[in-house]
């Protein structure tokens, strides 16, 4: 699985991509991939968006909040 850190620049890369009209993008290791239409980076970067927003919203603990409550000899 990649890091949170992997997909941005990977999504990063796809958008500029796609901005500059560019069918290929090269990684940081150097890696090149070439896609054969604009659909398919559309849903590449449909892709990273959402494996992107599935790792923030596992990352985001619970948290659970205990409210005391008082009562008085009045009864409130």
């Known amino acids: 699985m990649s890091t949170p850190t992997d997909l941005h620049a990977t999504l990063a890369r ?39 927003a599935a790792q923030s919203t596992r990352a985001v603990p619970r948290l659970t909040v205990a409210r005391p409550r008082f009562t008085t000899l009045r009864g409130g």
Do not use: K, W
């Open 14 to 52: 796809i958008n500029a991509a796609i901005h500059s009209g560019e069918r290929r993008i090269t990684t940081e290791d150097g890696a090149s991939v070439e896609y054969r239409s604009l659909q398919e980076m559309l849903d590449v970067r449909r892709d990273l968006q959402a494996q992107i």
